[in-house]
T-cell receptor, first 114, second 114 residues
């Protein structure tokens, strides 16, 4: 079983829709949670970053973490065709020498249509 | 600021050949890491480093070597290329600042082993 599970999609939505992307994880020691956006043939870019449970909002994007259910969500409001990309969730725990060991989900491919 | 620079962008190798993938960052980040990305597998950690002179293995280290002689550079060496190493390779660097972690990825190296 993967430590982080993510539905690969593809997910197709019309422009203006609210998008919900989700991940589940199995290791309760994970403390930091991230969402990356990856355009085709590009490297991942950090979109949202949260620590522990709660919500974090940045413009049209909201990241939500529920540690009790080990569930990570990313919501995109008023989706745009430029949001079409693969979205990867990632997590890690703090321990000596492991700060750079991100554990990724497989990514969800999102297509926003006109 | 160039961020994280990876070279080459594309490479075709014959089975058994060796090569080095280059990664350089100009942000003075402590942490650097190498990931490979395969369809349906997400990003998997190969090797990582928490500072110059310190490296450690990740999830899929077999067939790869790394060294970190300077803060800026973190090359990945393929010792004897195999078709199973056909993948897209990403280098990442990250910092730690009062509990905040920032990760930056390079644009990737697409490697094909024939």
């Amino acid at each position: 079983q993967k430590e982080v599970e993510q539905d690969p999609g593809p997910l197709s939505v019309p422009e203006g829709a609210i998008v919900s992307l989700n991940c589940t994880y199995s290791n309760s020691a994970f403390q930091y949670f991230m969402w990356y956006r990856q355009y085709s043939r590009k490297g991942p870019e950090l979109l949202m970053y949260t620590y522990s449970s709660g919500n974090k909002e940045d413009g049209r994007f909201t990241a939500q973490v529920d540690k009790s259910s080990k569930y990570i969500s990313l919501f995109i409001r008023d989706s745009q065709p430029s949001d079409s990309a693969t979205y990867l969730c990632a997590t890690f725990r703090l321990a000596t020498g492991t700060a750079s060991k991100l554990t990724f989900g497989t990514g969800t491919r999102l297509q926003v249509t006109l | 600021n160039a961020g994280v620079t990876q070279t080459p962008k594309f490479q075709v190798l014959k089975t058994g050949q060796s090569m080095t993938l280059q990664c350089a960052q100009d942000m003075n980040h402590e942490y650097m890491s190498w990931y490979r990305q395969d369809p349906g597998m997400g990003l998997r950690l190969i090797h990582y480093s928490v500072g110059a002179g310190i490296t450690d293995q990740g999830e899929v280290p077999n067939g790869y070597n790394v060294s970190r002689s300077t803060t800026e550079d973190f090359p990945l060496r393929l010792l004897s290329a195999a078709p199973s190493q056909t993948s897209v390779y990403f280098c990442a660097s990250s910092y730690r600042d009062r509990g905040n972690y920032g990760y930056t990825f390079g644009s990737g190296t697409r490697l094909t082993v024939v």
